[in-house]
């Protein structure tokens, strides 16, 4: 079964479908990649809890390349400093990583964020990140991803699976 992909503020629908809904694992679809600016936010149909496997393909043209699911947001490419990674709310709310939170613009990167019910890390094409061991079992949400504070972020795929 397959399901339009939900999207925040946005205007036209997408072409671009979230399969394998009710299975361990969701996959975006997409014919074309999937852009996002302004208050646009791509999120999976479905919530998830620990443990899963998020896996995005994604780039942004300048700064703020932001993603959630076991905090409020993960802000690669701040616009305030570039190279930091910053953790807002859950578990590991305020964690300020300088050097880990730089990716290229214009690129396409992978970004693979495992979270178990005692753990998160977040690896950006293979290489580690940031890690965080908390409380993390209660967490039940949805896989989003978004631009802010004038980014245009493109999205090459999705996939979410339930371990």
Not at 35 to 57: D, Y
Not at 142 to 151: A, N, T
Request: hydrophobic letters at 35%.
């Amino acid at each position: 079964m397959s399901i339009l992909v939900t999207f925040t503020g946005y205007t036209a629908q997408p072409i671009a479908e979230w399969s394998g809904q009710g299975t361990r694992e969701e996959r975006l679809t997409t014919s074309n990649a999937i852009v996002l600016e302004g208050s646009n936010k791509l999120a999976s149909p479905n919530t998830f809890r620990p443990p899963v496997e998020i896996t995005i393909v994604a780039k942004t043209d300048s700064t703020n390349l932001r993603i959630s699911y076991a905090a409020d947001q993960v802000v690669f490419n701040w616009e305030a400093e570039i190279d930091q990674l910053q953790v807002n709310g859950g578990p590991a709310d305020g964690q300020r990583i300088k050097g880990a939170g730089q990716i290229p613009k214009d690129k396409f990167v992978t970004i693979r964020w495992l979270v178990t019910p005692k753990h998160q890390s977040i690896y950006v094409d293979d290489e580690l990140r940031f890690e965080h061991c908390g409380d993390y079992a209660d967490i039940k949400r949805r896989v989003s991803i978004f631009p802010s504070g004038g980014s245009v972020v493109t999205v090459k795929s999705v996939t979410v699976k339930q371990q």
